[in-house]
């Protein structure tokens, strides 16, 4: 009497020998496997931008060493608050940490810095940090286009702002809430402020979760 022998791939032997595994088992992984390759892949949303703006490093000012200390002073508040940070619903952002009563409850971020020379700001020879106005009117300007509850109690009237519209130039001086930047998260969303210098083009991106 002749006995026929079924033929098994290697891997199933391997599986059968190594894992003692049964047949029935064998055949469901398999095919169980091969579905797999072909069941659709869920991916998130990517974030949707609200909003975003950019202005030049090379154009703070005219004259190139103060357009130096400027570019050096913004790009240190950048790196002393990081390249990005989210507020969720309700959380608050302010440039400084000396606030207004109102905002200091749900205050979870700020730049971290008191622009001072203790924190590694330079001086123009007309004041130390010199040039974090020109930040703050930038992500103001962000802030204000993504739909952003967003105050700035003192304008920046006194001198121009290249880039960036007038009205939102905001004069930013520590320790004096009135010289400060307040941004609320009044979305049902958390919202991120992300920073990029690309060939020293300075960008600030407001982005919501889809």
């Excluded at 930013?172 to 919202?191: A, E, R």
């Amino acid at each position: 009497m002749s006995h026929s022998r079924v033929y098994y791939p290697p891997m199933v032997l391997f599986l059968e020998n190594h894992f003692f595994c049964t047949k029935p088992m064998l055949t469901e992984l398999l095919v169980l496997g091969h579905l797999s390759l072909f069941q659709p892949k869920f991916m998130a949303k990517p974030d949707v931008v609200l909003a975003s703006h950019s202005f030049s490093l090379e154009n703070r000012y005219s004259n190139a060493y103060v357009n130096g200390v400027f570019k050096e002073n913004i790009l240190l508040t950048i790196d002393r608050m990081g390249s990005d940070f989210t507020l969720k619903p309700g959380e608050v952002f302010a440039f400084h940490d000396k606030v207004l009563p109102k905002y200091s409850a749900n205050l979870v971020k700020t730049t971290n810095s008191h622009f001072n020379y203790s924190d590694g700001f330079k001086s123009d020879g007309y004041l130390v940090g010199d040039g974090v106005c020109h930040l703050a009117s930038l992500v103001y300007w962000a802030a204000k286009d993504a739909g952003l509850d967003s105050y700035a109690p003192s304008n920046h009237n006194f001198a121009v702002i290249p880039d960036v519209p007038k009205e939102y130039g905001v004069g930013i001086l520590s320790p004096l809430p009135m010289g400060n930047l307040y941004i609320t998260n009044n979305l049902d969303k958390p919202v991120t402020f992300v920073f990029k210098n690309i060939d020293n083009t300075l960008s600030v991106e407001v982005l919501v979760s889809n």
